[in-house]
């Protein structure tokens, strides 16, 4: 039996031994395999196309690996739940086992050239997400129908329709109130179940219901436009491919219309030097300018991020700028100062002119003119502070230049210098109409307004108005359209339009015109001045790349009819790559609903799992009005309710931000600690009794505060987290569960700190009973005492990441602070969620020092100079000192090949100090220490196959290794040891594998003597 399913099973027992049955659990509530669902949600982040998310832009996203495995473990009974059918642990065991190799199980496969790598099977693997008419989905459903079946004392269907049938009729009906982006229903949907959601910004909404609601609303229907309609009789149209094909048409056509419109405004370019403007351009880009405050110069000085264009290798561009109308090569050094007007330079009273070139080739990009300090002018060379630019700024005197023109060459982008023709061109472009609606004060990441920006028009050129004017009233004109031949096709036209219920060719005209909207809204996160022109990538990098609205300095000015990013048909063609992979089998239904306030609508109970906004760290509602003002301007007419106002409602979003409250910050924490609470209630009030709630947080690392504890310990502790574990509390539920899932770690060498702590949390709730009793401290410090150490070795033994344990830890923690009414301090007063965090945290604190016991004597000398020196010199009198308290001897380590002790000082030797031809079968003295060092830095060089080679050949000397490198995780997680850390939260993460390689491992007969 392999290693880790034994560990597996002790981790099940446990979560089992600590939580008496009252009710069905589901197998959420016992196990999951969270590596497989962590590998697998990491890997989705870096998947674009034709993933559910291209449909159009949301922030902060779940992925829909661990939206889809919470869910499915949410509904399927673990095994436990049916002792008279799994009466042993081992059948039990057996039974989870199956469950969790339909969920997620990491196979082992040989590449071509007979490398072994790990993959990803089952529900959770994206291949099954995209992959319609999935045999794992199936495989998956008919769990929940058995699940089903046998709670109604009935035989479980069998085959595929029978399966989708039942769980349409006997499944509850999933429901997210903070839906987002749709990650939740749209997995609750894939799985069979009735999804509903609801959000309070109209662009989640609206993303939502075109993901659930409006494409089951026109399953396998024709398209309408007449070249599909002609081509009809030969095509079957399955799920929304007949939308998707509509899409694509009438885009088409609303691109075709636009050119004719406003192609004027872009015009072509001569690339071939034969007089010929022939070749489209991919961007024009721009730098912002504003008057020079020497007076001596006054010029139009430009600000500029970065100067070059590409720095591709063999493809090397860049922008060099020239002081004054003269065309003299080399009369800017680079540095800002100019050389070549002489002594008339300084006392000139005609501004210098700035003049641009491009330059390709050998050569170095000049240094920008804008830094985080400041700006300098390119021709006086006169520093000059941010507080002139925005003074500039607000007196609307900021404007622009041409810097360069990148275009679309033969064999690639092509650079050219920008010309007056070009520069005249786009400034004589003149919106018809623009969003003149106020962007706000203050915001969460926004930087443009103290610049004068204080308009969403602001955020873009003359140009781009007019372009996204005409392509955002091109929709309704395109509906019309499609009505009409909507009609001509056959479809009756009752008049009723889609957010009315309606299904005929109204509603029809407005289902595709919701989609070509969104095409609209997705340019326009590329048609703005904060979007960036990257050289290394040779392209334009969105706006939204962050979830913010800096100032940018240089900008491009994207064509939106170069083909390429920018262009309605590659943004429309994102958006039919998603519809046409869309599964679903039941309606979905999405409202726009305040989810903090009470309900008194009568709905059948829910399942619900959901993941409500975090804290103060993404201000939605401010940052949607960018796209909600070009979806406005299209679909007003067709969802009047959800956009009946000016701009996304502000008040009632649960954001924890100062600005909303006159600056207060503790009345910002309040509003949201109160609304989490109220939207906990209405979920409490709506949850189906059979099911658990999920609710995720998005732990960020950035958020923790030191504090001390009782005994002046510094304890980490959130203050998001707190909320969230109170609300929750608060509301009468009790948490069972805090799974991490490392949504965001796209690999293991990924370093903490970066993103590699960015995870979610997975709490699983269920309603508290009315009539739960309180305990005392002292009662609650005695069952931590008692349960916790066991459960975080076995947390350990089923190979929890030490990066997850200190959160995986609160699980079964919180489980015992939750269960009561309230746990009394000695005073009388409640106890409250930061003091039981603390107290958890201290007793995974005393667990893992209780570790050290087990380590040997030159072990724990190291550990304890590690805490103090780590791999620093100290002085040898200390050394000594220390190895008597241990009990070991300074020669002894050196021996052994852990110290070196020299000229008075001593220090631990660094991994890549260690003998290179240790052999360990000759060795006679192993300190943990040193197997462990070793492993960690044959696992760096030689990958898990080498370190597997390495622990054969150690046998059961290696056996404390890992709970060494648990305990050194912790410590230089503690002292800020980053890169520490990170070896040996690899070492762990990577054991599994590394174990299940070494007992692959064929010894040398020699080596086979050493083991005997
Ligand atoms: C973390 S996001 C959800 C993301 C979603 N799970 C996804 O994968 O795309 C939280 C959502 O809560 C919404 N929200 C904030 N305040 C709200 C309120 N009072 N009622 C309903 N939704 C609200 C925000 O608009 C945002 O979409």
Same mark, same amino acid.
């Given at each position: 039996m392999?290693?880790?399913?034994?560990?597996?099973?002790?981790?099940?027992?446990?979560?089992?031994?600590?939580?008496?049955?009252?009710?069905?659990?589901?197998?959420?509530?016992?196990?999951?395999p969270?590596?497989?669902?962590?590998?697998?949600?990491?890997?989705?982040?870096?998947?674009?196309?034709?993933h559910?998310?291209?449909?159009?832009?949301?922030?902060?996203?779940?992925p829909l690996?661990?939206?889809?495995?919470?869910?499915?473990?949410?509904?399927?009974?673990?095994?436990?739940?049916?002792?008279?059918?799994?009466?042993?642990?081992?059948?039990?065991?057996?039974?989870?086992q199956?469950?969790?190799?339909?969920?997620?199980?990491?196979?082992?496969?040989?590449?071509?050239?007979?490398?072994?790598?790990?993959?990803?099977?089952?529900?959770?693997s994206?291949d099954?997400?995209?992959?319609p008419?999935?045999?794992?989905?199936?495989?998956?459903?008919?769990?929940?129908?058995?699940?089903?079946?046998?709670?109604?004392?009935?035989?479980?269907?069998?085959?595929?329709?029978?399966?989708?049938?039942?769980?349409?009729?006997?499944?509850?009906?999933?429901?997210?109130?903070?839906?987002g982006?749709?990650?939740?229903?749209?997995?609750?949907?894939?799985?069979?179940?009735?999804?509903?959601?609801?959000?309070?910004?109209?662009?989640?909404?609206?993303?939502t219901?075109?993901?659930?609601?409006?494409?089951?609303?026109?399953?396998?229907?024709?398209?309408?436009?007449?070249?599909?309609?002609?081509?009809?009789?030969?095509?079957?149209w399955?799920g929304?491919?007949?939308?998707?094909a509509?899409?694509?048409?009438?885009?088409?056509?609303?691109?075709?219309?636009?050119?004719?419109?406003?192609?004027?405004?872009?015009?072509?370019?001569?690339?071939?030097?034969?007089?010929?403007?022939?070749?489209?351009?991919?961007?024009?880009?721009?730098?912002?300018?504003?008057?020079?405050?020497?007076?001596?110069?006054?010029?139009?000085?430009?600000?500029?991020?970065?100067?070059?264009l590409?720095?591709?290798?063999?493809?090397?561009?860049?922008?060099?700028?020239?002081?004054?109308?003269?065309?003299?090569?080399?009369?800017?050094?680079?540095?800002?100062?100019?050389?070549?007007?002489?002594?008339?330079?300084?006392? $000139?009273?005609?501004?210098?002119?700035?003049?641009f070139?491009?330059?390709?080739g050998?050569g170095?990009a000049?240094?920008?003119?804008?830094?985080?300090?400041?700006?300098?002018?390119?021709a006086?060379?006169?520093?000059?502070?941010?507080d002139?630019?925005?003074?500039?700024?607000?007196?609307?005197?900021?404007?622009?230049?041409?810097?360069?023109?990148?275009?679309?060459?033969?064999?690639?982008?092509?650079?050219?210098?920008?010309?007056?023709?070009?520069?005249?061109i786009?400034?004589?472009?003149?919106?018809?109409?623009?969003?003149?609606?106020?962007?706000?004060?203050?915001?969460?990441?926004?930087?443009?307004?103290?610049?004068?920006?204080?308009?969403?028009?602001?955020?873009?050129?003359p140009?781009q108005?007019?372009?996204?004017?005409?392509?955002?009233?091109?929709?309704?004109?395109?509906?019309?359209?499609?009505?009409?031949?909507?009609?001509?096709?056959?479809?009756?036209?009752?008049?009723?339009?889609l957010?009315?219920?309606g299904?005929?060719?109204?509603?029809?005209?407005?289902?595709?015109?919701?989609?070509?909207?969104?095409?609209?809204?997705?340019?326009?996160?590329?048609?703005?001045?904060i979007?960036?022109?990257?050289?290394?990538?040779?392209?334009?990098?969105?706006?939204?790349?962050?979830?913010?609205?800096?100032?940018?300095?240089?900008?491009?000015?994207?064509?939106?009819?170069?083909g390429?990013?920018?262009?309605?048909?590659?943004?429309? $063609?994102?958006?039919c790559?998603?519809?046409?992979?869309?599964?679903?089998?039941?309606?979905g239904?999405?409202?726009?609903?305040?989810?903090?306030?009470?309900?008194?609508?009568?709905?059948?109970?829910?399942?619900?799992?959901?993941?409500?906004?975090?804290?103060?760290?993404?201000?939605?509602?401010?940052l949607?009005?960018?796209?909600?003002?070009?979806?406005?301007?299209?679909?007003?007419?067709?969802?009047?309710?959800?956009?009946?106002?000016?701009?996304?409602?502000?008040?009632?979003?649960?954001v924890?931000t100062?600005?909303?409250?006159?600056?207060?910050?503790?009345?910002?924490?309040?509003?949201?600690?109160?609304?989490?609470?109220?939207?906990?209630?209405?979920?409490?009030?709506?949850?189906?009794?059979?099911y658990?709630?999920?609710?995720?947080?998005?732990?960020?690392?950035?958020?923790?505060?030191?504090?001390?504890?009782?005994?002046?310990?510094?304890?980490?502790?959130?203050?998001?987290?707190?909320?969230?574990?109170?609300?929750?509390?608060?509301?009468?539920?009790?948490?069972?569960?805090?799974w991490?899932?490392?949504?965001?770690?796209?690999?293991r060498?990924?370093?903490?700190g970066?993103?590699?702590?960015?995870?979610s949390?997975?709490?699983?709730?269920?309603?508290?009973?009315?009539?739960?009793?309180?305990?005392?401290?002292?009662?609650?410090l005695?069952?931590?005492?008692r349960?916790l150490?066991?459960?975080?070795?076995?947390?350990?033994?089923?190979?929890?990441?030490?990066?997850?344990?200190?959160?995986?830890?609160?699980?079964?923690?919180?489980?015992?602070?939750?269960?009561?009414?309230?746990?009394?301090e000695s005073?009388?007063?409640?106890?409250?969620?930061?003091?039981?965090?603390?107290?958890?945290?201290?007793?995974?604190?005393?667990?893992?020092?209780?570790?050290?016991?087990?380590?040997? $004597?030159?072990?724990?000398?190291?550990?304890?100079?590690?805490?103090?020196?780590?791999?620093?010199?100290?002085?040898?009198?200390?050394?000594?000192?220390?190895?008597k308290?241990?009990?070991?001897?300074?020669?002894?380590?050196?021996e052994?090949?852990?110290l070196?002790?020299?000229?008075?000082k001593?220090?631990?030797?660094?991994r890549?100090?260690?003998?290179?031809?240790?052999?360990p079968?000759?060795?006679e003295?192993?300190?943990?220490?040193?197997?462990?060092?070793?492993?960690?830095?044959?696992?760096?060089?030689?990958?898990?196959?080498?370190?597997?080679?390495?622990?054969?050949?150690?046998?059961?000397?290696?056996d404390?290794?890992k709970?060494?490198?648990?305990?050194?995780?912790?410590?230089?997680?503690?002292?800020?040891?980053?890169q520490?850390?990170i070896?040996?939260n690899?070492?762990?993460?990577?054991?599994?594998?590394?174990?299940?390689?070494?007992?692959?491992?064929k010894?040398?007969?020699?080596?086979?003597?050493?083991?005997l």
């Open positions: 392999p290693l880790w399913f034994l560990n597996l099973r002790v981790l099940c027992a446990f979560v089992v031994l600590l939580s008496p049955m009252t009710y069905r659990k589901k197998l959420i509530e016992v196990a999951l969270l590596e497989a669902i962590n590998v697998e949600s990491a890997r989705e982040k870096s998947i674009r196309h034709g559910p998310s291209t449909l159009h832009l949301w922030w902060s996203r779940k690996a661990t939206t889809r495995a919470v869910l499915w473990a949410s509904l399927v009974d673990d095994p436990s739940s049916w002792p008279e059918k799994f009466p042993t642990e081992e059948a039990q065991n057996r039974e989870r199956r469950l969790f190799d339909i969920l997620g199980r990491i196979e082992i496969e040989k590449d071509k050239k007979g490398n072994t790598k790990q993959v990803v099977r089952g529900l959770v994206w099954e997400i995209n992959q008419n999935s045999a794992v989905l199936l495989e998956a459903q008919r769990e929940i129908a058995r699940c089903l079946a046998w709670e109604r004392g009935e035989e479980p269907p069998t085959k595929p329709d029978a399966i989708r049938d039942y769980i349409a009729k006997y499944a509850p009906p999933a429901y997210d109130p903070f839906c982006g749709g990650s939740i229903p749209l997995e609750a949907q894939r799985l069979g179940l009735q999804a509903h959601g609801s959000d309070l910004n109209p662009v989640a909404v609206l993303i219901k075109a993901l659930i609601e409006i494409p089951p609303k026109f399953k396998d229907k024709p398209p309408v436009n007449p070249d599909s309609r002609q081509k009809q009789k030969i095509s079957s399955e929304a491919q007949g939308l998707a509509d899409v694509r048409y009438y885009g088409q056509w609303m691109r075709d219309e636009a050119f004719k419109r406003i192609g004027y405004l872009y015009p072509m370019v001569e690339t071939n030097h034969k007089g010929t403007k022939d070749t489209k351009v991919i961007a024009w880009l721009w730098a912002r300018t504003v008057k020079c405050p020497n007076p001596a110069c006054g010029c139009q000085m430009p600000l500029v991020n970065k100067f070059s590409s720095t591709k290798k063999g493809k090397e561009a860049w922008v060099e700028p020239f002081v004054g109308d003269v065309n003299t090569e080399g009369d800017f050094n680079h540095k800002g100062t100019e050389d070549t007007k002489g002594d008339d330079f300084g006392v $000139s009273v005609v501004p210098p002119k700035i003049r070139e491009v330059k390709t050998k170095t000049p240094d920008g003119t804008v830094n985080r300090k400041g700006a300098v002018c390119i006086c060379n006169t520093p000059v502070p941010f002139h630019i925005r003074r500039e700024g607000k007196a609307g005197r900021m404007d622009s230049q041409l810097m360069a023109i990148v275009a679309e060459g033969q064999g690639g982008r092509v650079y050219l210098s920008p010309d007056e023709e070009q520069e005249y786009a400034k004589k472009a003149q919106p018809e109409w623009k969003p003149d609606s106020n962007l706000p004060e203050q915001a969460l990441g926004f930087r443009v307004q103290g610049y004068g920006m204080t308009k969403h028009a602001d955020l873009f050129t140009r108005l007019v372009a996204l004017t005409t392509f955002s009233d091109l929709v309704s004109e395109a509906r019309e359209k499609i009505k009409a031949d909507a009609v001509a096709a056959g479809i009756p036209d009752d008049d009723l339009p957010n009315d219920g299904i005929g060719a109204t509603a029809y005209a407005d289902a595709v015109a919701t989609y070509l909207a969104f095409g609209v809204s997705r340019i326009a996160n590329t048609l703005c001045t979007a960036r022109w990257t050289a290394s990538r040779d392209q334009t990098v969105t706006a939204f790349a962050r979830q913010a609205i800096p100032m940018t300095w240089d900008y491009p000015d994207v064509n939106p009819f170069s390429a990013a920018g262009d309605l048909k590659v943004s429309l $063609s994102s958006i790559d998603v519809l046409e992979k869309l599964q679903f089998s039941q309606q239904n999405v409202q726009q609903i305040d989810a903090t306030a009470k309900s008194n609508d009568e709905i059948a109970p829910r399942i619900i799992s959901t993941d409500p906004p975090y804290y103060d760290n993404i201000g939605y509602a401010d949607a009005d960018f796209f909600y003002v070009w979806l406005r301007r299209s679909l007003n007419s067709v969802y009047s309710n959800i956009f009946s106002t000016l701009l996304v409602p502000k008040t009632p979003e649960l924890a100062p600005y909303r409250f006159g600056g207060d910050k503790k009345k910002a924490q309040s509003f949201f600690e109160e609304g989490l609470r109220k939207a906990f209630g209405r979920m409490n009030g709506m949850a189906h009794s059979d658990p709630l999920t609710v995720y947080y998005a732990f960020k690392q950035a958020e923790t505060e030191d504090s001390d504890d009782d005994k002046g310990n510094a304890v980490v502790s959130s203050t998001g987290w707190e909320t969230m574990l109170e609300g929750l509390i608060k509301s009468d539920f009790s948490i069972g569960g805090t991490p899932m490392r949504t965001e770690l796209s690999n060498s990924v370093g903490l970066t993103n590699a702590l960015a995870s949390i997975v709490l699983v709730c269920r309603p508290r009973p009315a009539d739960a009793p309180k305990a005392s401290r002292r009662q609650f005695n069952e931590l005492k349960d150490p066991q459960a975080l070795k076995l947390l350990q033994q089923g190979n929890i990441a030490p990066v997850d344990l200190a959160q995986a830890s609160i699980g079964p923690g919180m489980a015992i602070y939750s269960k009561y009414a309230a746990i009394l005073n009388g007063t409640s106890m409250g969620v930061r003091t039981a965090l603390q107290l958890i945290n201290q007793i995974l604190d005393e667990f893992l020092t209780e570790q050290e016991g087990e380590f040997d $004597s030159d072990t724990r000398w190291a550990l304890t100079w590690f805490e103090q020196y780590q791999f620093n010199e100290a002085l040898y009198g200390n050394a000594e000192t220390l190895s308290a241990k009990n070991t001897s300074i020669q002894g380590m050196v052994a090949g852990i070196e002790a020299k000229a008075g001593v220090r631990l030797l660094k890549e100090d260690l003998k290179t031809d240790w052999k079968e000759k060795d003295r192993t300190p943990i220490w040193e197997i462990t060092q070793h492993l960690i830095h044959t696992l760096d060089k030689n990958g898990e196959t080498g370190a597997a080679e390495l622990l054969a050949k150690l046998g059961n000397k290696a404390l290794a709970e060494l490198a648990y305990r050194l995780y912790s410590l230089c997680d503690r002292k800020g040891w980053t520490e850390a070896a040996y690899s070492l762990v993460t990577s054991w599994p594998e590394i174990t299940r390689l070494a007992n692959e491992y010894p040398s007969p020699e080596q086979l003597s050493f083991s």
